[in-house]
């Protein structure tokens, strides 16, 4: 795990140069959210989402006073959530990347030698606060959830393209499991769990999270004041490693979780029951059948309803994550595959998905392999 972790920060920061429940903030223009306008212009940025809106973001500080935090009990369990949604037009705050103290954290926590606030300068496409769209049905929902020890933020382009494209997106900051989750009072907290990580806890703690946050969010006082406009019936989840195999126990917890994306994650959450919602898995070459991690098999004959295994030739562990496109804006490749077009396969692939179970639609992306995308292998076990 601490190999994974070390290589997805030398591989994309060294590039960057020599938490009844309730919310207890809920503020649409959080301190946590906004970018340094001095350092915005020169700073790399991720690519433009393809979809026609303009995206909107706040940061959610949740604390659930009913739960003690899993890895630090004296605690009740407290989050950090990033909501990124389609917006009328955008406000004059441009969104951050991360905060200083987040991305110093993260550099620091892997000694990596770039400066501490590398990250805090990437630029994004969405703005603090932008007063939401208000579309007839309401806004599907896609919840994000990162791997062990990475911060939210390193699924951002992801986020911000489905948001372009019409979905509120909300990614969750899993306190004390990741290197840099900054909170509203100035503190920011590191990983607490990394050096020795507890999957079936871990996939017990993110299925309680995660339907904290969907209460949060859609509950009689939402913590977001667009929290009405969340449709419960379209609501998926898409997780990188860690929030992959949480995807498991988050569905069989919650059965607002409609279906789930799994991006490279080992099923370490062991189950014996049947999925019956609609599963993507999305991985590596590494992962095929009777490849080097047998989980997959077994979760693919537990899955009941529609389902994909999907392997994508050039691509590494952490290419289904923002660090593919920065990596290569710094000349530091992170796969084989160009890191532009790995940022781009994965936005469409998750997107078809959401598309397909989230708005009934039906995109030929997902019938099987494309010329568009000829990298992509569908895996027939």
């Known amino acids: 795990m601490k190999r994974i972790l070390l290589l997805a920060a030398s591989a994309a920061l060294a590039l960057c140069g020599p938490a009844a429940a309730s919310a207890a903030a809920r503020s649409d223009a959080a301190p946590v959210d906004a970018a340094p306008a001095a350092s915005v212009r020169a700073a790399p940025a991720l690519p433009e989402p393809t979809g026609t809106h303009r995206i909107g973001r706040v940061a959610l500080h949740l604390v659930d006073r009913d739960r003690a935090d899993p890895w630090v009990p004296q605690e009740k369990r ?8 389609p ?3 955008p406000s004059s705050t ?5 905060t200083a103290a987040e991305s110093q954290t993260y550099v620091q926590s892997n000694d990596i030698p770039v400066p501490p606030d590398a990250l805090a300068k990437i630029t994004t496409h969405s703005t603090v606060g932008a007063a939401p769209v208000r579309p007839r049905g309401g806004l599907p929902l896609v919840l994000l959830s990162p791997g062990y020890g990475m911060p939210r933020a390193t699924l ?15 990614a969750i900051g899993h306190n004390y499991e990741a290197y840099g989750i900054s909170f509203p009072d100035g503190h920011t907290t590191s990983c607490v769990i990394c050096g020795a990580p507890d999957d079936r806890k871990t996939g017990d703690t993110r299925a309680a999270d995660v339907s904290f946050v969907l209460d949060e969010l859609t509950g009689t006082h939402p913590a977001w004041k667009g929290g009405p406009l969340i449709d419960t019936e379209r609501t998926a989840m898409v997780g990188h490693s860690a929030g992959g195999f949480s995807t498991i126990p988050a569905m069989l917890r ?6 789930a994306v799994n991006m490279d994650g080992n099923f370490r959450y062991l189950n014996e029951l049947p999925v019956d919602r609609p599963m993507l898995m999305l991985g590596q070459p590494a992962h095929v059948p009777g490849g080097e991690d047998p989980t997959w098999d077994k979760t693919w004959n537990q899955l009941t309803d529609w389902k994909r295994w999907l392997s994508v030739d050039g691509m590494q562990h952490l290419s289904f994550t923002d660090l593919a496109v920065l990596a290569k804006q710094f000349g530091i490749p992170l796969q084989e595959l160009d890191g532009d077009r790995a ?5 469409a692939y998750v997107a078809a998905f959401v598309d ?10 997902l019938d099987g392999p494309s010329s568009r995308f000829p990298e992509v292998k569908f895996q027939h076990p």
């Open 156 to 170: 951002t382009g992801l986020a911000e393209e489905l948001a372009s494209r019409g979905y509120a997106v909300a």
């Open 254 to 259: 919650d059965a607002r979780v409609k279906a």
């Open 343 to 347: 940022d781009a396969l994965t936005r």
């Open 87 to 89: 917006a009328r037009t």
């Open 78 to 85: 407290e989050l950090m959530v990033s909501l990124w949604y």
């Open 356 to 365: 397909t179970h989230l708005r009934g639609r039906h995109v030929p992306l």
């Open 94 to 98: 441009p969104a951050a990347y991360m």
